[in-house]
């Protein structure tokens, strides 16, 4: 489907999920995982390596996509390509190697905090799923994640640290764990996501609001607020369940794609 401008301010409900739905098959496809961070998980097969990747690869996914890819791949290094491993089985030594460890504002620091705090929540918390399905509640699951930061920095930790995990109850719209949130619940037939978490359903998930995603919802009338913080969320949260009940963040690709390959 190829529309205009005036094409588009003019859509109904069916055409709007029509073009999303076109979009949203052609960017759920693993060619462009060569120049994403979600090949990073990609690269593993034991369940909690790939938990453990993709949150962490999530949690620096900030900033130029070369440079996360990079970082990321570098930091499974760091972990000796075992990330579950390393964090359930280390000693204070071996923490020594992560110190030269730095993206963006994510320091050396905030690292060896997340190891403890991972490891905390797997030998204590049953792990991660356990700890976001735990907290779920039936339409969303920004509750978890409010209850996971609470969870994850139980442990004595640098305040600055606490800013690298988001909390939509102070008006956050996560970002980053909604994108990790994604990568593993929803199926994985199209090659891209793992559907690796069987206690939590697609419909439950909120797409990963970010400035691309933000500006292209709002030219396609799916929100109206202007910050891209949890209210406007919500507000999409809303509308893209109305597309698709079930699989609502299908259409983050169709809303990322727009705005990065797309420039829409």
Known sequence: MVLSFLDFLSMTQAELKEFLDEKAEFYENPDF??????QIPHRF?????????????????WGNRKSIINNASRLMELLD????????????????????????????????????GLRNIYANHGGLESVFSEHQQPQS????????????????????????VSDPSKGSAAKRINMFLRWMVRDSRAGVDFGLWKTIKPSQLSCPLDVHSGNVARKLKLIKRKQNDAKALLELDKKLKKLNPLDPVKYDFALFGLGVFEKF
Request: aromatic share 10%.
């Open 141 to 164: 699951l920004q509750n978890s994640i409010t209850e996971f930061k609470k969870l994850f920095f139980e442990l004595p930790h640098a305040k600055r640290t606490e800013k690298h």
């Open 33 to 38: 995982l060569k120049d994403d961070p979600l």
């Open 81 to 116: 390509q075992a990330p579950h491993d390393f964090i359930m089985n280390h000693i204070e030594k071996d923490l020594d190697s992560l110190r030269s460890f730095v993206h963006r504002t994510f320091n050396s620091e905030d690292l060896c905090f997340f190891i403890q």
């Open 45 to 61: 097969s034991k369940k909690q390596d790939i938990e453990i990747s993709a949150f962490m690869t999530a949690t620096i996914a």
